[in-house]
């Protein structure tokens, strides 16, 4: 069983900065995925970024405004976010990708003048 703790969310202005964290516990491999989803009301989960100890990947909608990175020993996931937009304003959610998909409960990013 894999437990994961977001934090990091808050209201922001545009162009401002925020950095999410998530915290996991559990069996966690550092072969395996974790990353950030994101949600918009009335959209659907979209993928931000992942990370393992192979590969990082990036929506195009984030490409150069956010970097992810990974603490294996602490078993932490980081999202920094910069240049941030309205259109980012989302729940985001941190998720951990074994056989099945772990997700966190998710923290409110709120871009607004």
């Known amino acids: 069983q894999v437990q994961l703790v977001e934090s990091g969310g808050d209201l922001v202005q545009p162009g401002g900065s925020l950095r999410l964290s998530c915290a996991a516990s559990?069996?966690?491999?550092?072969?395996?995925?974790m990353g950030w989803y994101r949600q918009a009301p009335g959209k659907q989960r979209d993928m931000v970024a992942q990370?393992?100890?192979?590969?990082?990947n990036y929506a195009d909608f984030v490409k150069g405004r956010f970097t992810i990175s990974r603490d294996y020993a602490k078993n932490m996931v980081y999202l920094q976010m910069n240049s941030l937009k309205p259109e980012d304003t989302a729940v985001y959610f941190c998720?951990?990708?074994?056989?099945?998909?772990?997700w966190g409960q998710g923290t409110q990013v709120t871009v607004s003048p």
């Open positions: 998720y951990y990708a074994s056989v099945i998909y772990y």
């Open positions: 559990g069996r966690i491999f550092n072969n395996e995925f």
């Open positions: 990370i393992n100890s192979i590969a990082t």
